[in-house]
């Protein structure tokens, strides 16, 4: 099945610079790559995606790149801000007979200091 | 977005009684519906696929006579955790699949608020 490493597992920044989290995938299938953010006690949130026919993605300050020949995506955050601070997801799709299925990482706290 | 409705948000229950958590989309249809497992700092851990209408399908290693998931129509999965033990403390979060671009769970997911259960 997929396996998707996730690294760093904690990262701190001070206000105003960037964050990079890094991911790679074992199924060259995967297909679908989302990011989550989640706060503590609550739901994760997507907060972007990429498809494996686009190379990256941008959408303000957070920005997703993918390169399938070596199978690994990364979330790009600038000029972080406090409220940036939470545990983010990457995860991997892949379809299991009917199915699509998600296989997340373990996870990046990241600490935005003021 | 779709909105997936999770309750309870949490449960204290004795040692040895079963707990039922429900996973609602509110405002789209999703054949298929996602049971998580998480832990305190560690990632989220597919407990079960729940299809509507058939049986659900497990991850390996999770129990499925302690794990019942029902998922009898468009809208609802229920996750029963029966005779439910201290090592069964956790929170618990659904998803649900709305269609997508490629059809049918090809969509973004949504999770519910999740369901924090403590057994005593």
């Known amino acids: 099945g997929e396996n998707v490493e996730q690294h760093p597992s904690t990262l701190s920044v001070q206000e105003g610079d960037s964050a990079v989290i890094k991911c790679t995938y074992s199924?060259?299938?995967?297909?679908?790559f989302p990011w989550y953010k989640q706060e503590l006690g609550k739901r994760p949130q997507l907060i972007i995606d990429?498809?494996?026919?686009?190379g990256e993605k941008k959408d303000q300050r957070i920005a997703v790149t993918l390169n399938k020949t070596a199978k690994h995506f990364s979330l790009h955050i600038t000029e972080t801000q406090p409220e940036d601070s939470a545990v983010y997801f990457c995860?991997?799709?892949?379809?299991?007979?009917?199915?699509?299925?998600?296989?997340f990482g373990k996870g990046t706290l990241l600490t935005v200091n003021p | 977005g779709a909105v997936v409705s999770q309750h309870p948000s949490r449960v204290i229950c004795k040692s040895g009684t079963s707990v039922k958590i429900e996973c609602r989309s509110l405002?789209?249809?999703?054949?298929?519906m996602f049971w998580y497992r998480q832990f305190p700092k560690q990632s989220l851990m597919l407990m079960a696929t729940?299809?509507?209408?058939?049986?659900?399908?497990?991850e390996q290693g999770v129990e499925k006579d302690k794990f019942l998931i029902n998922h009898a129509s468009l809208t609802l999965s229920t996750l029963t955790v029966t005779s439910a033990h201290p090592e069964d403390s956790s929170f618990y979060i659904c998803?649900?699949?709305?269609?997508?671009?490629?059809?049918?769970?090809?969509?973004?997911?949504?999770f519910g608020e999740g369901s924090r259960l403590t057994v005593l």
């Open positions: 998803s649900a699949r709305d269609v997508g671009p490629g059809g049918a769970n090809t969509g973004e997911l949504f």
């Open positions: 199924d060259s299938a995967s297909n679908y």
């Open positions: 990429i498809r494996s026919n686009v």
């Open positions: 995860a991997a799709r892949t379809r299991e007979g009917s199915n699509y299925k998600l296989t």
């Open positions: 405002d789209f249809q999703a054949t298929t």
């Open positions: 729940s299809n509507e209408g058939s049986k659900a399908t497990y």
